[in-house]
């Protein structure tokens, strides 16, 4: 395996020397490092991969759409609008959403997890500063 190793270091060292590292996209620019501290260790290199592929597990999208639902039901509320049919529409939906996101996690054993709840968590409060902004 050192063998390999040395190679490589070497096929990187003349490529170097060839220039053929100058124009890449991103140079002399700082790496995006991400901070994957919030994450649980376990849940890190899932993670990573969903996000690369661009896609959301399923309980973060039930989480998403609950808050938005709750958001929405505040400002029905606020409203003092009597449409009560638009807010009885809203709890439904919102009651649906949490049995699923619920059931979800009970069937992932997530239910008791601190380290999954924790994350949650996380993800609800930046999900609220950003739509603060």
């Avoid at 699923?100 to 996690?105: D, G, H, K, M, W």
Wanted: include cysteine.
């Amino acid at each position: 395996m050192e063998i390999f190793s040395w190679l490589a270091e070497q096929r990187i060292q003349e490529a170097m020397t060839r220039g053929e590292f100058q124009n890449l996209p991103g140079h002399g620019k700082p790496l995006e490092i991400e901070d994957l501290s919030g994450v649980p260790e376990d849940l890190r290199v899932s993670y990573k991969l969903m996000k690369n592929a661009g896609v959301l597990p399923e309980e973060l999208t039930l989480r998403a759409e609950c808050v938005t639902l709750e958001e929405l039901l505040a400002v029905c509320r606020r409203s003092g609008n009597d449409d009560s049919e638009e807010e009885k529409s809203l709890e439904c939906r919102l009651s649906l959403k949490r049995i699923r996101l619920q059931e979800l996690l009970r069937q992932r054993g997530m239910d008791n997890s601190a380290a999954f709840q924790q994350y949650g968590d996380q993800i609800r409060d930046q999900m609220l500063r950003e739509d603060e902004q």
